[in-house]
């Protein structure tokens, strides 16, 4: 596998991170023998609570791509994780291509639990009180939360302010 760029972000991206990587990704190709190349992107962030390291991987195939990221407390746990995904995606990709092609389904390996569908298992009801952007950000400060919905002041919209990789704030609002 042919992987063009390996980039950090908020991090020096060492020779061996990068090999580690390559090394990992390119146990990707005995799931898709089409995998055209991949880029990475390494970044780190404290602000971000228990796993401020990130990895982001997008798998370039034929007629499309596969992207996956994961967060672990080191990059080289990370890379582990977004290659398991990956391998994931991987295999059901090939499964519908197989499928589209009108061969005989691979059989499913007894081993793998079969993924569900996620669905909502909880509600959280939240009285929306009138607040300024930067009071929102404030209360979502205090409940280690990475975002959080609240009624904008000025305008009487529902809005969201949210925590950027950046560590700035966004927030989003209806047009």
């Known amino acids: ?25 390119e146990k990707l190709n005995r799931f898709n023998d089409q995998i055209v190349d991949a880029k990475v ?5 404290e602000r971000v609570g228990g796993q401020p390291a990130k990895v982001e991987v997008q798998v370039n195939v034929p007629n499309g791509m596969v992207r996956a990221e994961e967060r672990g407390p080191d990059h080289y746990g990370a890379v582990d994780l977004v290659v398991d995904k990956l391998e994931r995606q991987l295999k059901k990709l090939k499964g519908r291509q197989v499928a589209k092609r009108g ?4 059989e499913p390996v007894v ?3 079969e993924e569900e ?10 009285v929306m009180r009138p607040m300024a952007p930067e009071d929102a950000a404030m209360e979502m400060d205090a409940l ?3 975002f959080y919905v609240f009624r904008n002041v000025d305008t009487d919209q529902v809005a969201v302010i949210y925590l950027r990789e950046d560590g700035h704030y966004g927030v989003i609002e209806p047009a």
């Open 144 to 146: 280690g939360h990475d």
């Open 41 to 45: 992107v390494m970044s780190y962030n």
């Open 1 to 25: 596998m042919n992987i063009y760029q390996v980039i950090g972000r908020n991090i020096d991206v060492t020779d061996a991170m990068r090999t580690y990587a390559e090394d990992k990704l």
């Open 117 to 126: 569908a996620p669905r909502i298992v909880r509600t959280k009801r939240h």
């Open 111 to 113: 081993e793998e639990a």
């Open 103 to 106: 061969e005989e389904k691979p």
